[in-house]
């Protein structure tokens, strides 16, 4: 049985850093793409970056490039978003997906539907 389990959330103010974890179970991870998205009140869920399962090609979304790192553990099974600079507009709530479609990332994204989701985490930045 897939599982995603996130962690790391919370309230931090502008400018702090935060890792978000991703738990994955019942499932190789060395063979899925990952991708962590985010969804803030009233607004749609946006692409913020992935991880190709073909090449380790990466993507940002252009808001959080030089500031957030994709990466995974394949040891330990999870996957990480590391958030430096924090900002009020990156208050959202924050999901891991994963999806073994072949694919790469591109400047646009990795173009892909996620299979899998985690329940998400709260990231919350105050000015």
């Known amino acids: 049985q897939v599982q995603l389990v996130e962690s790391g959330g919370g309230l931090v103010q502008a400018g702090g850093s935060l890792t978000l974890s991703c738990a994955a179970s019942?499932?190789?991870?060395?063979?899925?793409?990952i991708a962590w998205f985010r969804q803030a009140p009233g607004k749609e869920r946006e692409d913020v970056s992935c991880i190709s399962n073909e090449d380790g090609s990466i993507y940002y979304t252009n808001s959080v490039k030089g500031r957030f790192t994709i990466s995974r553990d394949i040891a330990k099974s999870t996957i990480y978003l590391r958030m430096n600079d924090l900002r009020p507009e990156d208050t959202a709530t924050y999901y891991c997906?994963?999806?073994?479609?072949?694919?790469?990332?591109?400047?646009w994204g990795c173009g892909i539907l996620y299979d899998y989701w985690g329940q998400g985490t709260q990231v919350t930045v105050s000015s």
């Open positions: 019942g499932f190789a991870l060395e063979y899925y793409g």
């Open positions: 997906a994963i999806s073994p479609a072949p694919h790469k990332a591109t400047e």
